[in-house]
């Protein structure tokens, strides 16, 4: 249990479907992180959030679309995706400090299959 | 850009020690990660590099060389619950990650 949560575990969608993906994080830290895990692939930075405000948005497609509420939970909204988009849905969060890289703690991802 | 390079499967013994090679070329350098991820689970966080050098931490150990663009992650009488992928992560001086493609590591009996 590393403290960052997510759900679903697993989501299988039609291309027409509207879903969302949650994350939650009992760490205290500040800012929160999207990735995509494909198979064969490197870990993707989609989208990074640092208290609350985006700052890194790695030209993901617009039938993504990240809110992050508060500090401590992220959600990942989903419509009209692809085949292409199955993958594993990976959420992280770390605590910003200065002179050193964050540690990322991640959560155990939502398994998603597009039809 | 990041072009970050390792081994895509290894196998070794039970007992037996390992090394896992990272390398890596970035625009902006801050540190380097190493993560262990079991299937369906999520990469949990085993070293942090930033330094010239190896950090020892219990059965793993990091080496890192930033001249040579180079990380190892070493890891010591193998069991089998070792068996896993290795990710190598080089942070930027953005503070984000830029994963390997990860090294499937299968220790056997």
């Known amino acids: 249990e590393t403290g960052v949560t997510q759900t679903p575990r697993h989501l299988v969608m039609g291309m027409t479907n509207k879903k969302s993906l949650k994350c939650e994080q009992h760490?205290?830290?500040?800012?929160m992180y999207w990735y995509k895990q494909s198979a064969k692939k490197p870990l993707e930075l989609m989208f990074v959030?640092?208290?609350?405000?985006?700052?890194e948005n790695n030209s993901v497609p617009s039938r993504f679309s990240p809110e992050c509420p508060n500090s401590s939970h992220l959600f990942l909204h989903l419509h009209t995706l692809q085949p292409e988009d199955s993958a594993l849905y990976l959420c992280a969060s770390s605590l910003r400090t200065s002179g050193r890289a964050d540690t990322q703690y991640f959560g155990p991802g939502t398994r998603l299959t597009v039809l | 850009g990041q072009n970050i390079d390792q081994p895509t499967e290894m196998t070794a013994t039970e007992g037996a020690i390992v090394q896992i090679n990272c390398t890596y070329q970035?625009?902006?350098?801050?540190?380097l990660f190493w993560y262990q991820q079991h299937a369906g689970e999520a990469p949990t966080f085993l070293s942090y590099n930033v330094l010239d050098g190896l950090e020892e931490k219990g059965r793993f150990s990091s080496f890192l060389s930033r001249s040579k663009g180079y990380s190892y992650l070493l890891l010591k009488e193998l069991q089998m619950k070792d068996s896993a992928s290795y990710l190598c992560?080089?942070?930027?001086?953005?503070?984000?990650?830029?994963f390997g493609t990860g090294t499937r590591l299968t220790v056997i009996p």
């Open positions: 959030y640092s208290l609350e405000e985006r700052v």
């Open positions: 970035t625009s902006g350098f801050n540190g």
């Open positions: 760490l205290g830290h500040n800012a």
């Open positions: 992560a080089v942070s930027n001086g953005a503070n984000n990650l830029f």
